[in-house]
């Protein structure tokens, strides 16, 4: 079982920046990919980015690419999602997620934390 926690959201303008944080409660974090999703009113969730359970592949949203930096602290527990050059359409819930096995894109993952409101003003 692994609960999480996501922190860090926030009202940005932009071309701004901001941090996510992800706090992973459980044992076998680090066995798990871990991804951030998001889901802008009237959209269907996205993928944004994920990382593998040793953090060294991460993959990327077009969308994001060049923007956004996910990183992984085995130790601490924890999952981040560095957002540089926010723009309005970035505006959504930022959800963390964990899985075992399967597509790092697909939404079928194990777990979800409860999601944290970004917004990016013009």
């Known amino acids: 079982q692994v609960q999480l926690v996501e922190s860090g959201g926030g009202l940005v303008q932009a071309g701004g920046s901001l941090r996510l944080s992800c706090a992973a409660s459980g044992r076998t974090f680090s066995s798990y990919a871990m991804g951030w999703f998001r889901q802008a009113p009237g959209k269907d969730r996205e993928f944004v980015t994920a990382?593998?359970?040793?953090?060294?592949?991460?993959f990327y949203a077009d969308s994001v690419k060049g923007r956004f930096t996910i990183s992984r602290d085995n130790v601490k527990n924890m999952v981040y999602l560095q957002m540089n050059s926010l723009k309005p359409e970035d505006t959504a819930v930022y959800y963390c997620?964990?899985?075992?096995?399967?597509?790092?894109?697909?939404?079928?993952?194990?777990?979800w934390g409860q999601g944290t409101q970004v917004t990016v003003s013009s």
């Open positions: 990382i593998s359970w040793s953090g060294g592949s991460t």
């Open positions: 997620a964990a899985k075992l096995l399967g597509s790092y894109y697909s939404p079928q993952y194990d777990y």
